[in-house]
């Protein structure tokens, strides 16, 4: 029979996530703690990646041409880090973006024109930034919109995280500890069992992010009148 921890009967242990890492040690009996916690830490960070489930508006501030192409990383908080840039507003509108090379070739044809209100972006590895046009001083501010991830350098995790989430790292977690050959914990059965689990969480939160966010059925725009 499997574990119950599908309905959250587990001790997220004060904003850390040392009570998600004891209910996966209490289940896959012979693995040591510490390589527990890092397959662990290394599943939520990919969790956030492939679900695109936390975002985060990024206040830039107004930019000068001679602070572009601009680095969205690091953050002002040290726990997370951009993983991807998904949107940019400014004074409440969002920008249009460009792929890489569509928009590099658009941005060589009108480089030399400036404007303190840019008409589209695009994005290089990832939080980089690049404008179609040279930027006017005294822009209004920008804010980008970014997927992030936890840093995780201590063993911290926001309560919304672990909340939400807590049933995915564990899946994700013990499908990737299950699945490794030769240890007395390899168990292929159960490696699928907690995969399949782990896929469903990433692609049930990834829908839930998507409808939060206006990128499917609902509608919905960037804040204003916070810059």
């Known amino acids: 029979m499997q574990s119950d921890y599908?309905?959250?009967i587990y001790d997220d242990d004060d904003?850390?996530?040392?009570?998600?890492?004891?209910?996966?040690t209490g289940q896959v009996p012979g693995?040591?703690?510490?390589?527990?916690?890092?397959?662990?830490?290394?599943?939520?960070k990919e969790f956030y990646k492939l679900s695109t489930a936390w975002r985060e508006f990024v206040d830039i501030g107004?930019?000068?041409?001679?602070?572009?192409?601009y680095q969205l990383n690091p953050l002002r908080d040290e726990?997370?880090?951009?993983?991807?840039?998904i949107g940019l507003a400014l004074d409440g509108y969002q920008l249009a973006r460009y792929t890489i090379g569509s928009g590099a070739q658009y941005a060589s044809s009108v480089s030399s024109t400036e404007s303190a209100v840019p008409t589209a972006y695009w994005t290089?590895?990832?939080?980089?930034?690049?404008?179609?046009?040279?930027?006017?001083s005294g822009s209004s501010p920008f804010v980008a919109q970014a997927i992030v991830v936890p840093t995780l350098a201590s063993d911290e995790l926001s309560d919304w995280a672990l909340d939400s989430h807590g049933d995915a790292f564990i899946a994700g977690t013990l499908h990737k500890l299950h699945n490794e050959i030769g240890k007395t914990y390899t168990d292929p059965y159960k490696a699928m069992y907690y995969g399949k689990q782990w896929r469903y969480y990433i692609n049930m939160h990834k829908?839930?992010?998507?409808?939060?966010?206006?990128d499917a059925q609902h509608a919905w725009q960037y804040p204003r009148g916070t810059m």
């Open 31 to 44: 693995v040591i703690g510490e390589y527990a916690k890092g397959v662990l830490k290394n599943t939520i």
């Open 15 to 24: 904003n850390n996530i040392n009570g998600v890492l004891s209910t996966i």
């Open 207 to 214: 829908i839930e992010a998507d409808k939060n966010y206006g």
């Open 6 to 8: 599908r309905d959250g």
């Open 79 to 85: 726990n997370i880090k951009a993983h991807s840039v």
């Open 62 to 69: 107004p930019l000068s041409d001679a602070e572009t192409p």
């Open 124 to 136: 290089e590895k990832r939080t980089e930034i690049h404008f179609f046009h040279k930027l006017a």
